[in-house]
């Protein structure tokens, strides 16, 4: 990003809490879901928190303004000694995408996890994102895997 377009990737800071509440509700409403007020409170807490159990959360801001985030977790593996990186929610207000926010925040959290020691990074996606899936080929590599839920 050159001229204008200065694009920033950061940790989330207190002062965020508008506009993190914002992407993340525009977040959960792509995926048709709702949170009560006491979850963002309890999320936010724990993305601002020192435990290393908790989540993490880098934002994208463009020019002064947030418009992007991901939340990612590091958790231990049965299969590793090392730990691995979650990546749990991603976001680019749809204003500004194509401009390479979704990019600079999952390698943000590549950058994060090599930097704890974790060289492996994973998330799931609906299979109707097919916007973000285009980024997710190019940047990770498709699993085979299929998640289930208990019922």
């Not at 914002?22 to 879901?33: E, R, S, V």
Request: charged share 25%; aromatic share 14%; glycine share 8%.
């Amino acid at each position: 990003m050159t001229g204008s377009d200065a694009l920033t990737v950061r940790p989330l800071t207190l002062s965020d809490r508008p506009a993190w509440s914002d992407l993340w509700t525009a977040y959960l409403a792509f995926y048709k879901t709702s949170r009560p007020p006491e979850i963002y409170d309890t999320y936010f807490a724990r993305l601002l928190g020192d435990d290393p159990q908790d989540y993490s959360c880098l934002v994208a801001e463009l020019d002064g303004t947030l418009v992007g985030l991901a939340h990612y977790l590091f958790h231990r593996h049965g299969w590793k000694v090392e730990n691995v990186c979650y990546l749990q929610d991603l976001y680019a207000d749809p204003a500004v995408r194509g401009r390479g926010i979704g990019r600079a925040l999952i390698e943000g959290v590549y950058e994060a996890a090599d930097a704890a020691g974790a060289p492996s990074v994973y998330w799931l996606t609906q299979d109707f994102n097919t916007e973000a899936r285009k980024l997710y080929d190019r940047i990770g590599k498709l699993s085979p895997l299929i998640k289930y839920d208990r019922g």
